[in-house]
């Protein structure tokens, strides 16, 4: 998961790796729908 972020953060946060990464091409999807169906959602990032 990623999440755009504005300003300082800690160094550290239980559980969280926090990295910046580089820019270019990304994509995203939001499954709406009962989840045993979000492999279908997945799916769609791999067409």
Known sequence: MAVPV???LPEQ???I???ALPG????SVI?????QDVHESWGKLYE
Not at 31 to 35: D, I, L
């Open 6 to 8: 504005t300003g300082r």
């Open 13 to 15: 946060i239980l559980g």
């Open 17 to 19: 790796t926090i990295r």
């Open 24 to 27: 270019g091409m990304f994509t």
């Open 31 to 35: 499954h709406k729908g009962p989840y």
